[in-house]
């Protein structure tokens, strides 16, 4: 009985917001589709976002290193799912400031997997923490925090606010 | 004459996402980034990693032209940025210019502003460390 009732949770959270289903539709445009991000796991308050690796993304000229602007939006975009997987709703958020380390270079030719936990949420703000790593997430490449605002349910979600 | 063309050159990453250099002032570049889909979140809205993009670039830019000009060669290797992100990024063209703070041997510190139609109201600002390796 109590086993049951415990799965029945678990499904009504997935049906709300599922990562997995949502990240084909995100990555279907903008720039997260110009990025090609692709879902890789998550759980009840975290997101992993992949980053396949291009050629055209590379952050120095004769160098085959990625750039640090795509680590930035990976964690941007996997925070923000990483919220509404923690409200268990999708609902309009703005970054409002984002922290990032770049403790390493990411391997060349590696993918770079972005995990952001969303660790608090208020009335009005959601506070995130992760990491980019390459394979090994106890060998990460970055770490970042981050805030993000709800943005008012009254305001317009489409064009000018 | 301030202007150091040859630094010009933008990074795959930058000139894959639309980066351009919009104009040169006193020796800093001003860059540009043009509202398409490869920087759009929300609809019609800049994705805050396509700010952050741009604004980080802004950086790197400055940095270069000031070791241009000193004729210093170095790797730049980023250590941190941390971003403000103080307004929606409409669909228009944004705009993004660094000063550096400080100039070290081995590392540099480095605020850069982002704006669209009014420069006096900033969408982003970031404060960046990057190593000269």
């Known amino acids: 009985m109590r086993r049951y009732r415990l799965r029945t949770m678990t499904d009504m959270q997935q ?29 009840d308050d975290w997101v992993e976002l992949e980053l396949p690796w291009r050629e055209d993304l590379l952050g120095e000229e004769g160098q085959r290193v990625l750039a640090s602007g795509p680590i930035l939006s990976l964690m941007d975009m996997a925070s923000g799912m990483a919220i509404w997987r923690a409200m268990d709703e999708f609902s309009a958020i703005a970054t409002l400031d984002l922290r990032v380390d770049y403790v390493r270079p990411a391997r060349e030719g590696a993918s770079v997997f972005g995990r952001s936990q969303c660790y608090r949420i208020t009335r009005s703000a959601a506070f995130v923490r992760g990491l980019a790593h390459d394979g090994d997430h106890d060998d990460p490449v970055a770490h970042i925090q981050a805030v993000f605002m709800k943005i008012a349910s009254n305001a317009s979600v489409v064009g000018d606010e | ?129 990057v190593l000269m390796a």
């Open chain 2, 1 to 129: 004459m301030s202007e150091t063309p040859e630094i010009e050159a933008l990074t795959p990453y930058a000139r894959s996402l639309g980066i351009a250099l919009h104009q040169w002032e006193d020796g800093v570049p001003v860059l540009q980034l043009a509202f398409d889909d490869t920087v759009e979140g929300r609809p019609q809205h800049y994705h805050g990693g396509a700010t952050g993009g741009l604004l980080e670039t802004a950086g790197y830019s400055v940095l270069r032209a000031a070791l241009a000009k000193a004729e210093r060669d170095a790797v730049l290797k980023p250590i941190n940025i941390t971003v403000q992100y103080l307004a929606a990024g409409k669909n228009r063209t944004s705009y993004a210019k660094g000063r550096i703070t400080k100039l070290g041997r081995r590392s540099a510190n480095i605020t850069v502003e982002a704006w669209q139609d009014d420069r006096s109201r900033p969408i982003a600002t970031a404060v960046m460390n």
């Open chain 1, 15 to 43: 049906r709300k917001f599922d990562p997995e289903a949502a990240t084909p539709f995100f990555a279907s445009r903008g720039h997260s589709g110009w990025l090609g991000l692709k879902y890789s796991e998550h759980g």
